[in-house]
């Protein structure tokens, strides 16, 4: 089955306490991103990645970094948690950035609270 | 101003009526328009896709797009409980490599 899993879904952790948030796909896609979610600003690319070793910024990069050492997989790092991350985490996979490959397959999401 | 706005409601309908969403956008250069349904805790899944301008139809859903308007809308023919779910618009084009922007989504409640 074509999917996307994202480990763990739900998280809770304090300030400061360094985290990844696991992200894998299965189809061999080369586009990957990673959005998080807040009531009314609706889905926010936070990094994505057109293939292996190739990454660059989204909207709202701040206080994240990733990595693609691996086509399947592309973690989302936070280095030093606060409290304005709380949020819903969504990675992403699509066959490639070009015109015809818009469609993106999505995780079930990171609940990550940070106290 | 967002580039893509969509009414983030909740709208809640009774059941069989017929279901519109909208949104609009001010960047000209997107060909490229989905909407997603997101169901409570899960991610969101493509529902419709449509390029450029006019009518597709799926089943019960229609999608449209008037692009001289700006303006994309989602209908939903005899909507039943188990369309309930968060609608999102999104849209691409030749920009920064074919980024996908969201709407904000809009909550709707069908009722039995």
């Known amino acids: 089955e074509a999917q996307v899993t994202q480990n763990p879904r739900y998280l809770i952790t304090v300030t400061g306490k360094k985290l990844t948030v696991t992200c894998s796909q299965n189809?061999?896609?080369?586009?990957m991103s990673w959005y998080r979610q807040d009531p009314g600003l609706g889905l926010r690319q936070i990094y994505y990645s057109m293939n292996v070793e190739v990454t660059d910024k989204g909207d709202v990069p701040e206080g994240y970094k990733v990595s693609r050492k691996e086509k399947r997989n592309f973690p989302l790092i936070l280095e030093s948690p606060s409290p304005n991350q709380t949020s819903l985490y969504f990675c992403a996979s699509r066959r490639g950035q070009g015109a015809r490959n818009t469609e993106a397959f999505f995780g079930q999401g990171t609940r990550l609270t940070v106290v | 101003q967002k580039e893509v706005e969509q009414d983030p409601g909740p709208l809640s309908v009774p059941e069989g009526a017929i279901v519109s969403l909208n949104c609009t956008y001010s960047?000209?250069?997107?060909?490229?328009f989905m909407w997603y349904r997101q169901y409570s805790r899960k991610g969101p899944e493509l529902l419709m896709y449509?390029?450029?301008?006019g009518n597709k139809e799926d089943g019960r859903f229609t999608a449209q797009v008037d692009k001289s308007s700006k303006y994309i809308s989602l209908f939903i023919r005899d909507s039943q409980p188990s369309d309930s779910a968060t609608y999102l618009c999104?849209?691409?084009?030749?920009?920064?490599?074919?980024?996908?922007?969201f709407g904000a989504g809009t909550r709707l409640f069908v009722k039995a």
């Open positions: 189809m061999n896609h080369e586009y």
């Open positions: 449509t390029y450029s301008s």
């Open positions: 960047n000209s250069a997107f060909q490229y």
């Open positions: 999104a849209m691409s084009g030749n920009t920064g490599g074919f980024k996908t922007i």
